[in-house]
């Protein structure tokens, strides 16, 4: 049995048939992890005996005659820095290698109560602050099609475990990209919510104003069933919403879901400008054309700002992050410096050894923009440019019911290729970045292959909680790309 013929849909109608136990499915997942985790490094944690438990529950309830519940026997990854109570959360960072997690976050709670397996837990970039997966202390992940190649980032690991069919589904985080542009690098689906769409109860922060967990799954049917399991108002998350969760699959079934006429289709000049990979800008044309022939008219929108975004969010997210981190001192939790004997040397030293280079980077930087004398200049002036952009992202909407711009500029990139440039890597951030700083929900679907196959994505945006929207306009276009 392999994985990668099977989506949720399918698997589930196998499970019902008998055709198969989830604890077969489980196997399958296990082998295909052991099979092709040491090349890619994809999971940090594999978790065999909890796996094969939660499947033989899923085949006692099925023998029962009990229903299926929504993610019933699906083998799901989660990634390593959303809490799994009696489990290692490590960031992929030497600050919390041996950290146990005491508590399960919310999403991941929610995803169990719906009867998902979960078989691992995902490599990132050191606590998500990357774009490639080079960033984690445990080494990089490598793309399932080209072991050369990066798989994107932060949530790299999740990305690979599904496009190597480890699993048929995984969690990711994003901040300003982490599970859209690395869907986008290996071909998969990836999902952004609206901020507090999702709690972040029991995901480790990076910037709290930022981040979002969301799906990466094989289809935006499988991202909309799983969406709708982790949405929600959670009382352990303030920022949580009170919105009501849509069933998310409710238009994603027949023929007549597939029409797009009425729809309006927003497409920003803005987004196809310098830096564009003309191999990312020609399917994302053709997805557009595709969009047309469906019945969508497509619309010029203007995005005037978002040539700040990256600028913006790296000032933002830094800051945020320089205040997060500050809990990592050798003193409550996570790596203790050895042999100190000052309370200075024991905070410095313990935050100089567990941190990596990047992660200080971002610290650095954070704390410079929120210091004395910086902080008008450069915090509170991105904020200012932060609620410009998403005014940005009003006016287009006014015109539009979603808007389409490729997830990154360019295919999956060689390892080693932006390392010694931190800021060609930032670059790569420009279409995804936008979306958290404005909190509106972001999809990126697979639209086309390069000249040297690999996968490229497009993204749909919506209006804050439309994510209904971008999963419609996402399933009509994977659905016509597919006949
Ligand atoms: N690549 C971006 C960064 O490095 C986004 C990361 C994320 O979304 N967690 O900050």
Redesign the pocket.
Known sequence: MNLLDFDIDRLHTALQARHCSAAEVCRAALATIEQRNPALNALLSILPDRALKQAADTDARLAAGAPLRPLEGVPIVIKDNQCLAGTRTTCASQMLANYMATYTATAVARLEAAGAVIVGKANLDEF????SNENSAFGPVRHPLDPNRVPG??SGGSAAAVAAGMCLAATG??????IRQPAAFCGVVGVKPTYGRVSRYGLVA?GSSLDQIGPLTRTVRDAARMLRVMAGYDEHDATSSLHAVPDYLAELSGDADTDLRGWRIGVAQEAFGAGLDPAVELAVRQALKTFEALGATLVEVSLPRLGYAIADYYII?TAEASANLARFDGVRYGYRAPDVTTVHDLYALSREQGFGPEVKRRILLGTYALSSGYYDAYYLKAQKVRTLLRRDFDRAFEQCDVLVTPTAPTPAFKLGEKTDDPLQMYLS?IYTVTLNLAGVPGMSLPCGKSGEGLPIGLQIVAPAFEESRMFRAGWALEHALLQ
Do not use: K, N
Request: proline share 0%; aromatic share 6%.
């Open positions: 998500a602050m990357g774009s980032g932060s985080s994003d901040t300003g990209g982490s990076f997210a951030d």
